[in-house]
């Protein structure tokens, strides 16, 4: 259901957004709106309905400084006026997946239990680029201390999990086993 109201939206964006360095200002702006829409404060602020879109607006342009940056601004006022803020995470999930091809692009997030090396490193984004046929890539790497060995790779919104407890799940479900 979120997904299927955040495509309009990210399709309007990807119409927009023709150059790398477009896209990073997009997805820089969509990743400060998102961490501003998760502090409690924001939250019960979005919550109350005594106070005003317009006054939500200036909160807004307040905390997060994108003067120059009117098209973001307007995204914003038709979010809130659509009562869409909610869905800003899955309008970037979705915008990564169409702008992956227009601009021959993949987008991974990779989950590993420590900081790479610059050899693992370049081993995942040529596999990356292989896998899916693209020239770039754009990798965010996620340290989770907790997770035992391997990695979990996410790209364009296909998972892959080839951390050990991961591979031992597929073992458990090849076998029967709960």
Not at 92 to 100: G, H, P, Y
Request: charged share 20%.
């Amino acid at each position: 259901m979120i997904r299927s109201q955040a495509r309009p939206y990210a399709a309007a964006l990807a119409m927009l957004i023709k150059t790398s360095a477009s896209q990073q200002k997009w997805f820089k702006a969509l990743d400060d709106f998102m961490e501003l829409m998760s502090l409690p404060a924001i939250q019960v602020m979005n919550s109350d309905p005594r106070i005003t879109d317009q006054q939500r607006l200036k909160v807004f342009k307040a905390a997060i400084q994108y003067d120059g940056f009117k098209s973001f601004w307007s995204l914003v006022t038709i979010l809130m006026e659509n009562k869409r803020l909610a869905v800003v995470s899955e309008i970037k999930a979705v915008l990564k997946e169409l702008l992956s091809t227009s601009l021959n692009t993949a987008y991974a997030d990779v989950q590993v239990p420590a900081t790479p090396s610059k050899e693992v490193s370049q081993s995942v984004e040529a596999w990356i680029k292989k896998q899916y046929g693209v020239s770039k890539v754009e990798i965010q790497w996620n340290i989770e201390p907790n997770m035992v060995g391997g990695l979990v790779l996410e790209v364009n919104g296909q998972q892959l999990d080839g951390s050990l407890l991961g591979r031992l799940d597929k073992v458990k479900q090849s076998l029967g086993v709960e």
